[in-house]
């Protein structure tokens, strides 16, 4: 038997065709605008390819975008004169600064000088304190994106047992926290494994949802899940380049063995990367709506 696929690209598809109509309506009925910067600072590549795939889906669905790019040298403080200057910007509803920062540079600072009100990321403490607390806030995109991904495939999470594997910021504890409230795609108990974890394979063989945030290719083999399990892959691994130039790219689960074991698998690319983005533009059209006193 095989899984049956969760094409993030599809509830992408229709998630952003929803928020296409509220940017019209927002901009019919009340002359609003949403706006969202992009900073990107340096040029790996991966960042590159994803910043200017949120730019596109913002123009696509009628977001005012700015994209910007600072050389790798950029000092601390300019990449913070920059943030404060989008704090002031009133066109500017959403400030995105693209992760990982290169390494002269104080994230958490930088994360910290949003306005939480434009912290379309959700990464800023004001954010994750109120997410933890199951208050009203801009929850990160990919966790998010992870939470639409469960709930429109009509996957029941109350009361399974998911695991999930990796700590990051971004992905590891955002998930397990929103998945363990009481609220839509939650309800569930929660297994956090990481680099240290005695043994993987026994909490992940017990699991009926697996989220595999590991950042490691083809981490997770169809030996360590059991019959049935839900797996959402959040790996982008770049593990090579074509013969044409384009990255090679490996999600952190062994797709073809696990998907002939599992009932839902998300694939890497078209799973959670698209949803990411989208959750973004959801995040903007809220900051917007929210600036204007209408939501
Ligand atoms: N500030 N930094 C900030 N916010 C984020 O939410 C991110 N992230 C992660 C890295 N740094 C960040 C992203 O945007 C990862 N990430 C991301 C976004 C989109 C995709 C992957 C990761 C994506 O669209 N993936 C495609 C394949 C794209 C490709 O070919 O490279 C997919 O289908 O999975």
Redesign the pocket.
């Known amino acids: 038997m095989g899984a049956k696929i969760i094409s ?2 599809e509830v992408a598809r229709a998630i952003r065709a929803e928020l296409k109509q509220e940017v019209a309506e927002l901009q019919a009925k009340h002359g609003v605008t949403p706006g969202l910067v992009t900073i990107l600072v340096g040029d790996d590549p ?2 590159q ?2 910043v200017a ?2 730019n596109k889906t913002a123009k696509e669905l009628g977001v005012y975008s700015e994209q910007i790019t600072l050389p790798v040298d950029t000092s601390e403080a300019e990449l913070l004169q920059l943030v404060e200057k989008c704090n002031r910007n009133a066109k500017i509803n959403g400030i ?5 920062l290169p390494k002269h540079i104080n994230e958490a600072k930088v994360l910290y000088a949003i306005d939480p009100n434009k912290d379309v ?1 959700g ?1 800023h403490p004001v954010n994750v304190g109120k997410m933890v607390l199951g208050q009203q806030c801009f929850l ?3 966790p998010h994106g992870i939470l639409e991904l469960l709930k429109r495939s009509g996957i029941n999470t109350t009361g399974a047992e998911v695991v999930i594997v990796g700590r990051s910021n ?1 992905v590891g504890k955002p998930i397990a926290n929103l998945m363990l409230q009481k609220r839509e795609a939650g309800n569930a108990t929660i297994t956090l494994c990481h680099t240290r974890t005695r043994d993987l394979a026994a909490h992940t063989r017990r699991a009926d949802i697996i989220i595999a945030a590991a950042g490691t290719p083809n981490m997770l083999s169809a030996e360590m899940v059991k019959d049935g399990v839900v797996v959402i892959d959040v790996g ?1 691994n ?1 593990i090579g380049t074509s013969a044409s130039g384009k ?1 090679i ?1 490996a999600g952190d689960v062994d797709f073809t063995a696990v998907k002939e074991k599992a009932s839902w698998i998300t694939p ?7 949803m ?2 989208t959750m ?1 533009m959801k995040n903007t059209v809220w900051a917007a709506a929210r600036a204007a006193g209408i939501s």
Not at 268 to 274: D, E, F, N, R
């Open positions: 993030g690209t991966a960042s390819s994803y795939a949120k995105l600064v693209q992760l990982p990321d990464f990160p995109c990919t971004i982008v770049r990255a790219l890497v690319p078209g799973g959670v990367g698209p990411t983005i973004l």
